[in-house]
């Protein structure tokens, strides 16, 4: 690779590690940096020397194609041949996000709420408090979507349980699944949303999957279309909704309504009738929902929505050990037995690793002695200043046919003798 400022590139000062120095409230300036820097990416893909790349090298140059090709689109003027770029009004699917942590992604809880990172998916158990797994996985992507995951944190339950869930998991599939596995899903189905604000949702029109048509709130009534690829199919109400009075309430398309029909249409309307109607199922995802909800403010308690690490597997790791952390402290709460306090438990641990590092320190052919452990005092100690005849004599008490410890002038320093009380 070429070491110092190259020719080609010169949109940017790419040793200052600051922004470029342009007016950024000018959307001119703006459009015009976003060509040049563009330009800049091109030229010196262009110009690589061709020769091996090591895996770090070859990682920098796949992502800086990456980035400079994913969200730019030849200019609106521009004949796509005069290399004039400009910022694209999509988003691809599965877009680079940061070059620090190119596995990060794209998250939408929903419509108003977005943010870059991973998903973090859990399986707790609400009656104990304890976490049974978790899992995280990148933010986009079908392979990640709630529903699918959740098939791997219940892959491992032998008896039937009662699976609660918020609407993320309670797709058609996933609820088939689950009752092919003899569990009782209590999850929350998604309201239908209407076409027009204020107007007809899908629980207006009344299908028949059976005899294969749909009827509206007027009163028409129409066949459904052949299976799509995924397996949903259509009901066109085109030329009846052109004198229809409820128009205005039903769709805004200039050529009718096209009512769509889910694959699971039949076990989600039974799911959304449920959750509406059942006083049972509203009263268990009432009492259960809350410790669901406790558990998730702890994972994330403290800073630790945010995770430490880059990449999904240090991360996966990451949740997994500060799940396990949260069951460790919810089991301690949980036992009905005093435990050591945490200095004692800190300072046995600390005592008995100490010679078990020291030998794993020690090398090969070293021949030093391993220190003595110290031995510990089985004899009670008592010191009184004057000794025991001075202690008697001055009227403090004295405990006979104990041995006390002290040091008379006479002694030397660091030498002990032992003194019995004198019979009175």
Same mark, same amino acid.
């Given at each position: 690779?070429?070491?110092? =400022? ?10 200052? =590690? ?11 300036? @703006? ?44 200019? %609106? ?23 620090? %942590? ?58 039937? *349980?009662?699976?609660?869930? %918020? ?20 999850? /929350?189905?998604?309201?239908? /949303?209407?076409?027009? =604000? ?5 629980? %207006? ?8 048509? *749909? ?10 279309? @052949? ?10 109400? /085109? ?5 229809? =009075? ?10 009718? $309504? ?43 308690? /403290?800073?630790?929505?945010? *995770?430490?690490?880059?990449? *999904? ?63 510990? @005092?089985?004899?009670?100690?008592? $010191? ?41």
């Amino acid at each position: 690779m070429p070491s110092g =400022p190259l020719p080609w590139c010169t949109a940017h000062d790419y040793t200052d =590690p600051g922004k470029p120095k342009i007016a950024w409230n000018d959307e001119r300036a @703006r459009a015009d940096l976003v060509d040049v820097l563009v330009r800049d990416a091109l030229n010196l893909l262009g110009r690589l020397p061709e020769q091996e790349l090591g895996e770090a090298a070859a990682n920098a140059v796949g992502l800086l194609a990456l980035v400079a090709g994913q969200d730019v689109e030849p200019a %609106d003027d521009s004949d796509s041949r005069d290399g004039r770029w400009q910022i694209a009004r999509r988003t691809v699917y599965d877009r680079t996000v940061s070059t620090v %942590d190119p596995e990060a992604r794209h998250i939408h809880k929903n419509r108003t709420r977005h943010q870059e990172g991973y998903r973090a998916h859990v399986a707790f158990e609400p009656e104990t408090g304890l976490f049974t797994d978790v899992a995280l996985t990148a933010g986009s992507g079908a392979g990640n979507h709630e529903a699918t995951v959740a098939r791997d944190l219940l892959a491992e339950e032998e008896l039937p *349980v009662t699976v609660l869930g %918020d609407s993320a998991y309670g797709t058609g599939d996933r609820r088939e699944h689950l009752q092919a596995q003899c569990h009782d899903p209590v999850l /929350k189905s998604p309201p239908p /949303k209407p076409a027009v =604000p204020g107007g007809f949702t899908a629980d %207006d029109f009344t299908v028949d999957t059976e005899q294969g048509q *749909v009827t509206c709130p007027t009163g028409h009534t129409v066949p459904l279309g @052949r299976t799509q690829a995924n397996g949903a199919r259509q009901a066109q109400f /085109k030329k009846l909704c052109a004198t229809c =009075p409820l128009k205005d309430r039903c769709t805004r398309s200039k050529t009718g $309504r096209n009512f769509a029909v889910h694959a699971r249409y039949d076990l989600l309307k039974a799911a959304r009738d449920q959750a509406a109607t059942s006083q049972d199922w509203q009263a268990e995802y009432r009492r259960w929902r809350p410790p669901v909800e406790r558990a998730i403010a702890w994972l994330v308690a /403290k800073g630790n929505r945010r *995770v430490p690490y880059r990449g *999904v597997i240090e991360n996966d790791t990451w949740l997994h050990h500060r799940a396990a952390a949260l069951n460790l402290r919810r089991l301690l709460n949980l036992s009905p037995r005093p435990l050591a306090p945490p200095a004692r438990l800190r300072h046995r641990v600390r005592r008995h690793l100490r010679p078990l590092v020291r030998e794993t320190r020690r090398e090969p052919g070293d021949r030093r002695r391993p220190r003595r452990p110290r031995q510990r @005092r089985t004899r009670p100690r008592t $010191r009184h200043r004057d000794g025991p005849v001075g202690a008697a004599a001055a009227g403090r008490p004295t405990t006979p046919g104990c041995a006390d410890w002290s040091r008379p002038r006479s002694t030397p320093a660091g030498r002990r003798r032992c003194a019995t009380p004198s019979p009175s």
